[in-house]
């Protein structure tokens, strides 16, 4: 069965300041992975997603993560945070044997001080 | 700007009302959903339609009961709720196809209910 391990529930972090913000997930088959972004009073937003190829993948404004199939890790960076980045991140994952079903990480709040 | 539009954004209402949560999506996604999600916690899966037909019901009490008139329309209606029913209800919906596994959920903002 599939599952997401987010090891941070809060991450705070000064402006400019680099992050990281760590998922473990496990699944017996071949997982892709997924990062959203929640900001205050709104839904979820995809920020980046590993499916197959690069095991880098970018988001546009600045985001990273790296899919280690050893580690079953899918961890979240960005060199120089802002303000606007404080959000609620949630790290999810789906495979083949899940179907339509996407199983979330228990979310990071990531708190950026001036 | 969503792309997925849910009405109201905010509801109140007590536990003998009937209300209906609204839900619209124009990206020609066949995979509808409804999520609720507490706060500071991730969000529950609670119904996935595919191709307007119920795929999915994760063993949610028939107070709450979903409809999918068509390809682009999501509801949810409620009768007879708990105060602990009091959440955000996410939609989301989200590409079908060979590989809907690793389609991208597209969420709305959410409707907040409160149940007094």
């Known amino acids: 069965a599939q599952s997401v391990t987010q090891l941070d529930s809060q991450v705070p972090v000064f402006e400019e300041a680099p992050v990281e913000l760590r998922c473990n997930y496990s699944?017996?088959?071949?997982?892709?992975l997924f990062w959203y972004v929640q900001y205050p009073n709104q839904g979820l937003q995809l920020l980046l997603k590993?499916?197959?190829?690069?095991?880098l993948v970018e988001s546009i404004n600045g985001f990273e993560a790296e899919f280690n199939k050893s580690q079953t890790s899918f961890h979240l960076r960005k060199p120089s945070v802002h303000i606007s980045d404080t959000a609620e991140y949630f790290c999810?994952?789906?495979?083949?044997?899940?179907?339509?079903?996407?199983?979330f990480g228990a979310g990071t709040r990531l708190f950026v001080k001036a | 700007d969503t792309e997925v539009t849910q009405t109201p954004k905010h509801l109140v209402m007590g536990m003998t009302n009937k209300k209906s949560l609204k839900c619209e999506q124009h990206?020609?996604?066949?995979?509808m959903y409804w999520y609720k999600q507490k706060a500071k916690k991730p969000p529950e899966l609670m119904f996935v339609?595919?191709?307007?037909?119920?795929?999915i019901n994760e063993s949610v009490p028939s107070r709450f009961s979903p409809e999918c008139p068509n390809s682009s329309l999501l509801n949810l209606h409620l009768h007879a709720l708990q105060p602990e029913d009091s959440a955000l209800y996410l939609c989301?919906?989200?590409?079908?196809?060979?590989?809907?596994?690793?389609?991208?959920?597209?969420f709305g903002n959410g409707t907040r209910l409160t149940v007094t």
């Open positions: 989301a919906s989200s590409q079908v196809g060979g590989s809907s596994y690793n389609s991208p959920l597209h």
């Open positions: 699944s017996s088959v071949s997982v892709y």
């Open positions: 590993y499916l197959s190829g690069s095991t």
């Open positions: 999810a994952v789906s495979d083949r044997a899940g179907g339509f079903k996407t199983i």
């Open positions: 990206m020609g996604h066949r995979a």
């Open positions: 339609y595919s191709y307007e037909k119920l795929s």
